[in-house]
T-cell receptor, first 114, second 111 residues
Framework: IAGITQAPTSQILAAGRRMTLRCTQD?????MYWYRQDLGLGLRLIHY???????GKGEVPDGYSVSRANTDDFPLTLASAVPSQTSVYFC?????????????FGPGTRLTVL | GQNIDQPTEMTATEGAIVQINCTYQ??????LFWYQQHAGEAPTFLSY????GLEEKGRFSSFLSRSKGYSYLLLKELQMKDSASYLC????????????FGGGTRVLVKP
């Protein structure tokens, strides 16, 4: 089934620990994105990648890093988690080659940092 | 930067019509998207406007006025399953065509 998968579904993490959230898409989309969603603040862009091998910073990049070694995978790493990183994280992808370039979202990862 | 405003919450009755407004300020407008998000789920694409006017898709319509920095999403013949959050997002060519989302409007449909 075509789409975006994220793992894990949820995670409780001790502050200071390192964590990688995984995202994989099989739609061959060139662009991928990571957002966090917090109550009252909507979706905020953390990092993005317009094509394999390139990445860029979004609105709230501090404390997060990403890599884009290939088209399908776009992992998000928290090097040393802090409680303010408690949030729901959504990965998304879009095809920048044509059309309206709407973004397709994964099911999300609910992360709690204690 | 961008500023996107939409109401926090709206309540409507099953079978009725609800209009969700979205106002925005952006330097390089390049399209406006509406997404639907049910509680605990991912946002899903509903509609897209880049030119002024009305786009209709079944029970859902979206309107755009670029000169006023204004859009609305119209939900007709409301059903219980329409209870969800509706997210307005603006694409800005001056910001690398990235999307900026409003805080979302939670719509509660009552019987």
């Amino acid at each position: 089934i075509a789409g975006i998968t994220q793992a894990p579904t949820s995670q409780i993490l001790a502050a200071g620990r390192r964590m990688t959230l995984r995202c994989t898409q099989d739609m061959r989309h060139n662009a991928m994105y990571w957002y966090r969603q917090d109550l009252g603040l909507g979706l905020r862009l953390i990092h993005y990648s317009n094509t394999a091998g390139t990445t860029g910073k979004g609105e709230v990049p501090d404390g997060y890093s990403v890599s884009r070694a290939n088209t399908d995978d776009f992992p998000l790493t928290l090097a040393s988690a802090v409680p303010s990183q408690t949030s729901v994280y959504f990965c998304a992808s879009s095809d920048l080659a044509g059309g309206i370039n709407e973004q397709f979202f994964g099911p999300g990862t609910r992360l709690t940092v204690l | 930067g961008q500023n996107i405003d939409q109401p926090t919450e709206m309540t409507a009755t099953e079978g009725a019509i609800v209009q969700i407004n979205c106002t925005y300020q952006t330097s390089g407008f390049n399209g406006l998207f509406w997404y639907q998000q049910h509680a605990g789920e991912a946002p899903t694409f509903l509609s897209y406007n880049v030119l002024d006017g009305l786009e209709e898709k079944g029970r859902f319509s979206s309107f755009l006025s670029r000169s006023k920095g204004y859009s609305y999403l119209l939900l007709k013949e409301l059903q219980m399953k329409d209870s969800a959050s509706y997210l307005c997002a603006v694409r800005d060519a001056a910001a690398g065509n990235k999307l900026t989302f409003g805080g979302g409007t939670r719509v509660l449909v009552k019987p």
